[in-house]
């Protein structure tokens, strides 16, 4: 049985940061998308909006390679899976991204 599991998201970009800090190396991959903005309760608080807001996602480094030459916003399928991160535990991250329209989306500047 397979892990993975698709969604359909407003894709805004990607970022991809590469390098090594104090003997440490790090791979950060981010995949940027827009949620709708949904009012949230919590025992300290409300949050209210409205619109969109800017969300990271974690993804493969491979990802980037499939969004070159790529223009946004697009809509785009999302595939996850799951990876071992750092302390064991299973974690989500896109593993994929199958872009619907070769035209960016209209925006206003």
């Known amino acids: 049985m397979s892990t ?3 969604d359909k998201e407003l ?4 970022t991809h940061l590469k390098g090594n800090k104090d003997g440490n190396a790090y791979d950060m991959c981010r995949l940027l998308v827009a ?3 949904a009012p949230r309760n ?6 209210d909006g409205h619109g969109f807001e800017q ?3 974690n993804c493969d480094s491979t990802v980037i ?3 070159n030459g790529k223009s946004f916003p697009q809509h785009g399928t999302v595939t996850w899976g799951l990876r071992d991160n750092r302390f064991g535990e299973k974690e989500p991250i896109v593993v ?3 872009i619907e329209n070769k035209q960016p989306l209209k925006v206003a500047s």
């Open 4 to 6: 993975e599991t698709q």
């Open 11 to 14: 894709v805004l970009g990607i």
């Open 35 to 37: 949620r709708s903005i």
């Open 42 to 47: 919590t025992k300290s608080g409300t949050f």
């Open 55 to 57: 969300k990271e996602l």
């Open 65 to 67: 390679d499939q969004l």
């Open 96 to 98: 994929g991204v199958l």
